[in-house]
């Protein structure tokens, strides 16, 4: 991890008309199924010639996320070309991230470290991924649907310019199509307009806005396809990074200011993940929750931000049993950390952002089986989010106030640990009743939801790899959500449809957390049977939130992969860093 959270790639922007002559290693354009070579007259006519034989011979169709790479056989100052497919036009923003991010790894993969990148026109909305039933929660709040906004409803719908959100069906009724804007939307619910890291598009003209976006969206993409895994054998190379990206636009569409702006947050966004990628990865021996609380302390001085760093002595005196109890079998105690960020004095809301800091999770008493128990270096993911938001924040600066909470401990077995049948006292002052070590993540997370109340938090979002029950729902492909406000979820929701990365909504009916009560406690951990456990451990969440709007991210299968799949790498993905720094700023709607 760089020290200074930054990327090596330097990011720059160009009019398009040189874009054939551009000094680097190879030349890159984006090209839909069906296109007609000819289309890029610019380029010499062997090599649209031999695009299009590829395209004829079925070796390169143009499809989404396919990428060919030609020589340019001296005819260019860049020695190679690159084409990137788009797949059937219209091509929208996660397919256009998706190309560049296949872009870049080819690039890397052949040593081409510097790319002049000609964007691609035409707009590239975002839209809900396929199969997907967003209509219900966005309707909510008036988004995809019909119905106006609720007062006190979130507005988080973004600014002028934005594409319309594309309704799926429910129960076979399609929703209609709406656009809210921001201010209409805060007006509406009452409200003071929603924090913008990046201005709206405004008065621009649409080709412009267009750009913006297609810039942020490419920038974004070569810099997460930029990401190589951490390795540590004695004859490893040095992680290879894309040196440099030149990005031409057409001459109409120039706007320095608009564009910079994009590139800045496109560059925020994917520096955040890929942070957040590589301190999931990082081995359970290599970040203890001592180290976990020092690295949130760098970032801090790094941006100017307020933390504070409880240790175990502290846990115990400021009565947050439930932290100190699952630290208590390891060797390495528990921290609780929180950082401070007040973007806009003049309110009163206060965001809490709460994230789980397992370091690493045998399973306590309660232990896992040993095949796969390694992903478990993973299980701090919501924290690594959190911390990677961090730079999103310290470098956007949007207008809200933040307290972001982490819980660290580590859970092993040993003599002295927490053991099935314990009662345990909360910071709350609720008692737990543990029957079971392994659901470990939600005790943790109750005393940072209380933390996060005292310190302030009007409002609640708790991020965890809380539990394996997830994968059962939804594979690795998505990540699951509860909450007790749906207004406020479809605002979370319309963020993960900007950034690309899917939410699926899970029930949270009282009748969940009558399954969680105790004889013997307020409330147990885990319910006598094994059913609908991902929503169980939301709801055991829920039981201290003191009834404020509140929203449960369980990244149990989204948070770690065992292989490359789209835009996300093996091993640590950084899942949901780039949806809450799409509802925090904004950055990525308001190009």
Excluded at 27 to 56: C, I, N, V, Y
Excluded at 326 to 354: F, H, K
Excluded at 403 to 410: F, N, S
Excluded at 527 to 548: L, R, V, Y
Aim: net charge negative; proline share 5%; charged share 20%.
């Amino acid at each position: 991890m760089r020290a200074d959270y930054t990327t090596n790639t330097k990011l720059s922007i160009t009019e398009s008309g040189g874009w054939v002559s551009a000094d680097a290693d190879a030349l890159l354009f984006f090209t839909a199924e069906g296109e007609d070579p000819g289309s890029l007259p610019d380029l010499p006519a062997e090599l649209r010639t031999e695009l299009d034989r590829l395209k004829r011979a079925g070796r390169f169709k143009g499809g989404a996320g396919e990428v060919t790479v030609l020589p340019a056989y001296g005819r260019l100052a860049a020695p190679y070309v690159i084409a990137a497919g788009l797949g059937a036009a219209p091509a929208g923003r996660d397919t256009l991230r998706l190309a560049a991010v296949q872009a870049a790894r080819e690039a890397q993969r052949l040593g081409l470290g510097r790319l002049a990148v000609l964007l691609p026109e035409g707009a590239f909305p975002a839209e809900p991924p396929r199969g997907g039933t967003y209509a219900a929660p966005l309707a909510a709040q008036g988004v995809g649907g019909a119905g106006a906004v609720p007062a006190g409803a979130e507005a988080q719908v973004k600014a002028a310019g934005s594409a319309p959100v594309k309704a799926a069906s429910v129960d076979g009724v399609q929703a209609e199509p709406q656009v809210v804007r921001a201010a209409d939307a805060s007006a509406a619910a009452g409200e003071s307009a929603p924090p913008q890291a990046v201005s709206a598009a405004g008065a621009r003209p649409a080709g412009a806005a267009s750009s913006a976006s297609a810039v942020f969206t490419v920038a974004e993409g070569l810099l997460l396809g930029a990401y190589r895994i951490a390795t540590y054998a004695r004859e490893a190379k040095p992680r290879q990074e894309l040196a440099a990206a030149q990005l031409f636009v057409q001459r109409d569409a120039l706007n320095g200011e608009a564009l910079q702006a994009a590139v800045a947050a496109a560059e925020a966004y994917a520096v955040a993940t890929n942070y957040a990628r590589d301190l999931t990865n990082l081995p359970g021996n290599l970040l203890l929750p001592s180290d976990l609380a020092e690295e949130a302390e760098k970032l801090a001085g790094q941006f100017g931000i307020a933390c504070e760093v409880l240790d175990e002595q502290a846990i115990v005196e400021r009565g947050m049993g439930a932290l100190a109890a699952v630290g208590l079998g390891s060797a390495n105690p528990p921290r609780m950390i929180t950082l401070s960020y007040d973007g806009d004095p003049s309110s009163g809301e206060v965001l809490g952002l709460v994230g789980k800091g397992v370091t690493f999770d045998t399973g306590g008493i309660s232990i896992k089986p040993a095949g796969g128990m390694e992903e478990m270096i993973s299980d701090m993911g919501g924290a690594a989010v959190l911390l990677g938001l961090l730079i999103v924040v310290g470098r956007l600066k949007p207008r809200i106030n933040l307290r972001i909470v982490i819980p660290a401990a580590e859970n092993m077995p040993s003599g002295t640990a927490m053991r099935p049948g314990d009662i345990v006292t909360t910071l709350s002052g609720r008692t737990v009743e543990v029957l079971n070590t392994d659901a470990e993540g939600r005790l943790i997370l109750a005393d940072g939801v209380t933390y996060a109340i005292e310190k302030g938090a009007t409002r609640l979002i708790d991020i965890a790899t809380l539990t394996g029950a997830v994968l059962v729902s939804f594979a690795d492909v998505a990540t699951s959500a509860q909450t007790n406000d749906d207004a406020f979820l479809a605002s979370v929701l319309q963020a993960s449809i900007q950034a690309g990365e899917k939410v699926w909504q899970l029930p949270n009916f009282p009748e969940y957390r009558e399954m969680l009560r105790s004889s013997v406690a307020d409330i147990k951990n885990s319910a006598a049977h094994k059913w609908a456990g991902a929503i169980m451990g939301g709801s055991f969440i829920e039981a201290f939130t003191e009834g404020k709007p509140w929203i449960h991210l369980d990244t149990g299968g989204t948070a770690w992969l065992w292989g490359d799949r789209g835009i996300d790498p093996k091993g640590g993905t950084g899942a949901m860093v780039r949806t809450l720094a799409e509802y925090i700023c904004g950055a990525g709607d308001g190009v």
